[in-house]
C-alpha cells in the first residue's frame, strides 16, 4: 500500500486496527492470568500451552477472519467446514483449563471471541441464532470441569466477563457496519462515474451524428451541383468545390470541438446553413423566427431535419417556424419509407426530451414537418 494512503484504505486500516483492539480485549485477561500463574510456578505446563493455545488462535483463527471482514458485513464469504477450523484451536482452551487447579471463567472468552469474528461474516438472521446457542454451549463446556468455579464467581467477576461477552460481538459487528457503509459509498461514486462516462459517450455519439451527418451530405449535395456546373460554367463549378473544401474544414473544426467539449450550437447560424443548404439543393425556404431567439436545442432539431430533407425529401418548399415555445421545420417532398429507419430522429428525440422539451413528426401527403415543443 501506499505510504500516503487514501480515505478509502485509511478507514480499512481503521477498522482493521479497531477489530486487533478487540481481540486484544478478548484474550488480555486469560494471557495475563496464565502469564502470572507461570511466573509463580503454578501449573507451569498448563499455562505454557494455554499461551501457545492463545497465540495460535490470535495467528490462526483472529487474522483471516478479521482480514474476511473487508469483504463487508454478513457476506457469507466463509464456508461452515472454515469456520468449524477456524474455532477449533479456541476450543483447546477447555481441556487445559479443565487440569487442576481449574482456570478462571474468564478463559470462555477466547473462543467467544473467534465465535463473535465468526458473526462478522453470517447473515443477519444466523449471526442472532449462532451468537444466542454459543453462550450455552461455551459455558457448558467450561462447566464440565469448571461449574464450581462458576458458582464461586463474584459480582464483579460476572460483571466484567458479561459486559466482555456483550462488548466484543456487539463492537466488532458495528465496526464493520461502518467499513460497509464506506464499500457501499464507494460503489455509489463508482456507478455515478460510470453513469457519467456512458452520457459522454452517448453524447459524443449524437454530436458526432449531427456534424459529420449533416456536413457529409451538404458535401454530397454540393459535389453534385459541381459535376452538373463543370461543362456549362467551370466558374461556378470551381466555386462549388471551393465550398466542399471549407466544408470539410468546418467539419474537421467541429469534430475537435465536440471531442474537447467547446462546441455550442447557434440556432442564427443553424438557419442561415439550412436555407442556404436546402436553396441550393433548389427548394424555395420561408425562415420565420423570432428575434434574438437562440435556443440550442432547436438548433439541434433544426440541423437534424435539415440534414433528413436533404436525404430523403425532394422538396421544393421548406418552412422553418422559431418562437421561444416551438420549432417546426416543414416541407413538402415527403417520400415513401423505404428500409429500416435511421437513429436520427430516434436520437433527436431522446436529446430534447432531455432537454426538457418533445419532439414529434407528421406526415399529411407530402407534407412532411418536425416539431419540438418546450
Avoid at 436529446?351 to 416539431?371: K, M, P, W
Wanted: hydrophobic share 50%; charged share 20%; glycine share 6%.
Amino acid at each position: 500500500m501506499s505510504s500516503n494512503p487514501d480515505g478509502f484504505v485509511a478507514t480499512w486500516r481503521y477498522t482493521a486496527s479497531s477489530l486487533w483492539i478487540y481481540v486484544v480485549f478478548g484474550t488480555i485477561g486469560p494471557a495475563a492470568r496464565a502469564t502470572g500463574d507461570l511466573v509463580q510456578g503454578t501449573a507451569v505446563v498448563r499455562s505454557v500451552l494455554l499461551l501457545v493455545v492463545i497465540a495460535a488462535v490470535v495467528w490462526l483463527s483472529c487474522r483471516p477472519l478479521i482480514a474476511a471482514a473487508r469483504h463487508g458485513l454478513g457476506h457469507e464469504q466463509i464456508a461452515w467446514s472454515q469456520r468449524a477450523k477456524y474455532l477449533a484451536p479456541a476450543l483447546l482452551v477447555y481441556p487445559l483449563a479443565w487440569l487442576p487447579p481449574t482456570f478462571p471463567p474468564g478463559i470462555v472468552l477466547v473462543p467467544w471471541l473467534v465465535v463473535s469474528l465468526l458473526a462478522i461474516d453470517v447473515s443477519p438472521r444466523r449471526r442472532n441464532t449462532l451468537l444466542v446457542l454459543a453462550v450455552p454451549v461455551l459455558l457448558g463446556l467450561y462447566a464440565v470441569a469448571g461449574w464450581d468455579q462458576l458458582l464461586d464467581l463474584d459480582f464483579q467477576g460476572a460483571y466484567v466477563i458479561g459486559f466482555m461477552a456483550l462488548f466484543l460481538p456487539a463492537v466488532s459487528v458495528f465496526q464493520v457496519w461502518l467499513w460497509q457503509l464506506m464499500l457501499q459509498v464507494r460503489s455509489a461514486g463508482e456507478a455515478e462515474a460510470d453513469l457519467a462516462a456512458v452520457r459522454e459517450r452517448l453524447r459524443l455519439a449524437a454530436d458526432l451524428h449531427d456534424v459529420q451527418g449533416h456536413h457529409l451530405q451538404v458535401i454530397a449535395l454540393k459535389a453534385e451541383l459541381a459535376e452538373r456546373q463543370l461543362d456549362r460554367d467551370p466558374a461556378a463549378a470551381r466555386a462549388s468545390m471551393g465550398e466542399v473544401q471549407q466544408i470539410a474544414r468546418d467539419a474537421m473544426t467541429e469534430t475537435k470541438e465536440i471531442v474537447r467539449g467547446y462546441r455550442r450550437t447557434s440556432l442564427r447560424e443553424e438557419m442561415a446553413n439550412a436555407a442556404a443548404v436546402l436553396e441550393a439543393a433548389g427548394a424555395d425556404v420561408t425562415v420565420e423566427c423570432d428575434e434574438g431567439l437562440d435556443q440550442p436545442l432547436f438548433a439541434l432539431a433544426l440541423r437534424e431535419a435539415t440534414t433528413n430533407i436533404l436525404r430523403h425529401s425532394a422538396a421544393t418548399t421548406v418552412r422553418i417556424e422559431a418562437s421561444p415555445e416551438r420549432l417546426a421545420i416543414t416541407n413538402d417532398g415527403a417520400r415513401e419509407a423505404t428500409g429500416s429507419p435511421g437513429s436520427g430522429l430516434a436520437s433527436l428525440t431522446e436529446r430534447v426530451a432531455a432537454g426538457g422539451g418533445r419532439l414529434a413528426v407528421r406526415r399529411e401527403d407530402d407534407r412532411f414537418t418536425v416539431e419540438v415543443v418546450l
